[in-house]
């Protein structure tokens, strides 16, 4: 027997409310990992300085442990878009920062040759620059839902300049110096300041303009009678998210029964 609307809107909900149970669960830890590597880190580096033995095994000790911690904090960003339409985005983002960990823990730890370590950086350098990359375009992605024209022109302009700035790196890791000239070294350098003040200006656009009902949001209104402590939740995270509230319950509602 197939499905009636009713019990695949239930299920629909049921599965919502468990991806983002599981989402909630996997950012608190992940804070509290960045909270646990970072004290570590701290903890470490007094006793070592108490001490006074400070040397090679010492550094490399609190080195990783900052590194899980800088791990920690990317895949906060990377999970921003967790829940949403592109949220495969931030996963590839968990990719890269995964590979680019443990390319670090090998140099770190690796006893490599000259040409090893050659290559190894190479690797390094090419993984955190798609880790950096991806993790911010994560966070922009946030700007993804907002219909306001201004804010969603600037934040696919911002997005194509995090990969173009990404881009012209990576070919000078691989290609070396010599790839790049006078006018390759202006340009990257002019995009780069572009993609640093639209990471900025955008989202404050974003955060002073609210978004304003479309045409669609008017065309039909349901009463619904919700708790004062839900509508108080509801108000509270529209105003974070520089919406209105209609806005907002549209899209939670679109999020959660989906379209056709």
């Not at 000790?61 to 949403?84: E, F, K, N, P």
């Not at 012209?168 to 340009?187: H, Q, W």
Request: with cysteine; charged share 15%.
């Amino acid at each position: 027997m197939s499905d009636t609307p009713t019990s695949s809107l239930v299920k629909r909900t049921a599965f919502s409310r468990e991806s983002r149970r599981r989402i909630r669960s996997l950012r608190q830890a992940t804070v509290l990992a960045i909270i646990v590597s970072l004290s570590a880190a701290a903890v470490v580096g007094i006793v070592t300085l108490a001490a006074g033995t400070y040397g090679d095994l010492q550094t490399k000790i609190m080195m990783t442990i900052l590194v899980v911690g800088c791990y920690g904090i990317v895949l906060l960003c990377d999970l921003a878009v967790a829940g949403r339409r592109l949220q495969w985005v931030g996963f590839a983002g968990i990719v890269f920062a995964t590979a680019c960990m443990i390319v670090c823990f090998i140099l770190l730890w690796g006893e490599l040759g000259r040409s090893d370590l050659l290559l190894v950086g190479k690797m390094f350098s090419a993984t955190f620059i798609f880790t950096v990359g991806l993790a911010h375009i994560n966070l922009l992605l946030l700007l993804a839902t907002r219909t306001r024209l201004l804010v969603r022109v600037g934040m696919w302009v911002t997005i194509g300049l995090v990969v173009v700035v990404g881009v012209m790196f990576l070919i000078l890791v691989l290609g070396g110096s010599g790839v790049a000239g006078d006018l390759y070294g202006r340009f990257l350098g002019g995009a780069a300041i572009l993609d640093a003040l639209g990471s900025i200006v955008v989202p404050v656009i974003g955060a002073i303009f609210p978004d304003e009902p479309g045409p669609e949001a008017l065309t039909a209104a349901v009463p619904v009678e919700l708790p004062a402590e839900l509508v108080a939740r509801v108000e509270e995270r529209a105003t974070a998210g520089g919406m209105s509230t209609r806005t907002y319950v549209a899209q939670a509602l679109e999020d959660l029964v989906g379209r056709d």
